[in-house]
């Protein structure tokens, strides 16, 4: 059986759908069979994010009713042969998803693929609950802000009580992703520090995404960052958090500004 | 503010992390159990419709969310006219 990820944050607009992108066509790249599940009925972006708007022809609510089977509605990637995409719906709403039917979907996934990754909707309704519902493991998408780490807290307590795992006395492995980090503003101290937010969340941290250009960049061109431009910061990044999602140990860089002579004059602390 | 300051100004961070880790340390503690001052809130309103009908306009509900204590305060406004007579027993 194949290893569900839902990559969740609570709050909007943080980054899960580029790191669902990044992170699967990382771990594909290595030659693993993977599947991203977009989760966001209604709102659909992970196409866009991957480069395959145009090739949608069914999707995850035409799944779980039966109206399209579930070989007929995955994407297979024009760049990564062992990556594939489950488009959500455009046009329906997230009632249209039933949890037995989630299930379902997810369970004949993760038995063909190695990594099913489910890009959760923002918020902690139904839709955001019942991307994680299935989940082995949750990446947890967190700006280092106020509002992104409370949310994130919040999306912690429903991890550890709403999944099935939990529901079982089981524990679901949970990774902090910090995303759109901007070393210099950490440097000056008005950003959450990585430790801050990891003291707080105490939940191990998965990795450091910069905040880059790379990334719009990579979306303009509907391919994720770890594809279009392996060599950039954020792309690193990402390659590094992914690997250390297969369970490789490797230490986490903290993209590290430099003191300017303000800084020091002033005495503030570095990053 | 005076030059010093300026020079004394530190990052905001510090601020967040501390409102932070009060927040979540209270909101961690009522996650499993509902929120009692809601519970309590939301009762009241119910004991109150039993026998008046008030418009929600008469209402207003505050709260004060303090460290050891919490305060609860409900003010309602009774239009004279709305009111049902109460069963009067001695
Ligand atoms: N590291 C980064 N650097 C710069 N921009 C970023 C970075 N990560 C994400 N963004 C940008 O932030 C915006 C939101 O990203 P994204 O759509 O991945 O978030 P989301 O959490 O999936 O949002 P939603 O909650 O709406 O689903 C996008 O414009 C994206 O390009
Ligand atoms: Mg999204």
Same mark, same amino acid.
């Given at each position: 059986?194949?290893?569900?990820?839902?990559?969740?944050?609570?709050?909007?607009?943080?980054?899960?759908?580029?790191?669902?992108?990044?992170?699967?066509?990382?771990?594909?790249?290595?030659?693993?069979?993977?599947?991203?599940?977009?989760? +966001?009925?209604?709102?659909?972006?992970? +196409?866009?994010?991957?480069?395959?708007?145009?090739?949608?022809?069914?999707?995850?609510?035409?799944?779980?009713?039966?109206?399209?089977?579930?070989?007929?509605?995955?994407?297979?990637?024009?760049?990564?042969?062992?990556?594939?995409?489950?488009?959500?719906?455009?046009?329906?709403?997230?009632?249209?998803?039933?949890?037995?039917?989630?299930?379902?979907?997810?369970?004949?996934?993760?038995?063909?693929?190695?990594?099913?990754?489910? +890009?959760?909707?923002?918020?902690?309704?139904?839709?955001?609950?019942?991307?994680?519902?299935?989940?082995?493991?949750?990446?947890?998408?967190?700006?280092?802000?106020?509002?992104?780490?409370?949310?994130?807290?919040?999306?912690?307590?429903?991890?550890?009580?709403?999944?099935?795992?939990?529901?079982?006395?089981?524990?679901?492995?949970?990774?902090?992703?910090?995303?759109?980090?901007?070393?210099?503003?950490?440097?000056?101290?008005?950003?959450?520090?990585?430790?801050?937010?990891?003291?707080?969340?105490?939940?191990?941290?998965?990795?450091?995404?910069?905040?880059?250009?790379?990334?719009?960049?990579?979306?303009?061109?509907?391919?994720?960052?770890?594809?279009?431009?392996?060599?950039?910061?954020?792309?690193?990044?990402?390659?590094?958090?992914?690997?250390?999602?297969?369970?490789?140990?490797?230490?986490?860089?903290?993209?590290?500004?430099?003191?300017?002579?303000?800084?020091?004059?002033?005495?503030?602390?570095?990053? | 503010?005076?030059?010093?300051?300026?020079?004394?100004?530190?990052?905001?961070?510090?601020?967040?992390?501390?409102?932070?880790?009060?927040?979540?340390?209270?909101?961690?503690?009522?996650r499993s159990q509902p929120d009692?001052?809601?519970?309590?809130?939301?009762e009241i309103m119910a004991v109150?419709?039993?026998?008046?009908?008030?418009?929600?306009?008469?209402?207003?509900?505050?709260?004060?969310?303090?460290?050891?204590?919490?305060?609860?305060?409900?003010?309602?406004?009774?239009?004279?006219?709305?009111?049902?007579?109460?069963?009067?027993?001695?």
């Amino acid at each position: 059986m194949g290893k569900v990820v839902v990559v969740t944050s609570g709050k909007g607009g943080v980054g899960k759908t580029t790191s669902t992108a990044a992170l699967g066509a990382a771990v594909a790249r290595t030659g693993k069979r993977v599947a991203l599940v977009d989760f +966001d009925v209604g709102l659909r972006n992970l +196409d866009l994010i991957m480069g395959a708007e145009r090739r949608v022809v069914f999707d995850l609510v035409n799944v779980i009713q039966g109206t399209a089977k579930l070989s007929q509605a995955l994407i297979r990637d024009k760049r990564v042969e062992t990556l594939f995409l489950l488009p959500a719906s455009q046009t329906r709403d997230k009632d249209a998803l039933t949890e037995e039917g989630v299930g379902e979907v997810i369970e004949k996934l993760s038995s063909v693929f190695d990594y099913v990754f489910c +890009d959760s909707p923002a918020g902690i309704e139904r839709g955001a609950q019942l991307a994680m519902r299935f989940a082995d493991e949750a990446v947890i998408v967190t700006n280092p802000e106020v509002s992104s780490v409370r949310d994130s807290d919040r999306i912690i307590g429903l991890l550890d009580a709403r999944t099935v795992k939990a529901e079982r006395g089981e524990q679901i492995a949970k990774h902090v992703l910090v995303t759109r980090y901007d070393a210099a503003r950490a440097a000056r101290g008005e950003m959450l520090s990585i430790d801050d937010v990891l003291e707080i969340l105490s939940t191990p941290l998965l990795g450091i995404i910069p905040e880059s250009q790379d990334v719009l960049r990579a979306s303009n061109l509907g391919s994720p960052v770890t594809l279009s431009d392996p060599t950039n910061s954020a792309a690193r990044a990402y390659i590094d958090a992914a690997k250390r999602l297969e369970g490789e140990e490797l230490p986490v860089v903290v993209p590290f500004e430099r003191k300017g002579f303000l800084d020091r004059l002033l005495g503030r602390r570095a990053a | 503010m005076n030059l010093l300051d300026l020079f004394k100004r530190r990052g905001s961070a510090p601020v967040a992390r501390e409102r932070l880790q009060v927040l979540l340390a209270y909101e961690r503690r009522n996650r499993s159990q509902p929120d009692l001052v809601s519970v309590l809130r939301e009762e009241i309103m119910a004991v109150i419709a039993r026998h008046v009908q008030i418009d929600q306009d008469y209402l207003q509900v505050s709260m004060d969310r303090g460290e050891t204590m919490s305060t609860l305060e409900i003010d309602i406004q009774i239009p004279n006219k709305s009111a049902r007579p109460l069963a009067m027993s001695a």
